[in-house]
């Protein structure tokens, strides 16, 4: 079982910039491609970024595309968020599924095994 910790969310004003953090309780993820989604009130959750395990392969969802960074080592992943607006005002939560693969990412919610519990990020106008 992996136990994910998300830590970093808070309020921020639009244009501002937050650091999202998820690491595993007691050990590694190096055999885990790791992903970030987030889901608003009243709406389905949504892919936000993703990372192979060896780190060298990213993706990312149109609407975060060159404002968010996602990165990784073995112990976490990280979601560098820049210019943030009103709409990205939700719950992040990070994820991770166990793959043999040091390149393949995944971006559906439904290839991931293990959850954090979500972080709150709240842009204000």
């Known amino acids: 079982q992996v136990q994910l910790v998300e830590s970093g969310g808070g309020l921020v004003q639009a244009g501002g910039s937050l650091r999202l953090s998820c690491a595993a309780s007691?050990?590694?993820?190096?055999?885990?491609?790791m992903g970030w989604f987030r889901q608003a009130p009243g709406k389905e959750r949504d892919f936000v970024a993703a990372?192979?395990?060896?780190?060298?392969d990213t993706y990312y969802a149109d609407s975060v595309k060159d404002r968010f960074t996602i990165s990784r080592d073995n112990f976490k992943v990280s979601l560098q968020m820049n210019s943030l607006k009103p709409e990205d005002t939700a719950v992040y939560y990070c994820?991770?599924?166990?793959?043999?693969?040091?390149?393949?990412?995944?971006?559906?919610?439904?290839?991931?095994?293990?959850w954090g519990q979500g972080a709150q990020v709240t842009v204000s106008s």
């Open positions: 990372i192979s395990r060896s780190g060298g």
């Open positions: 994820a991770a599924t166990k793959t043999y693969s040091r390149t393949t990412y995944y971006h559906a919610a439904g290839q991931y095994d293990y």
């Open positions: 007691g050990r590694t993820l190096s055999m885990y491609a």
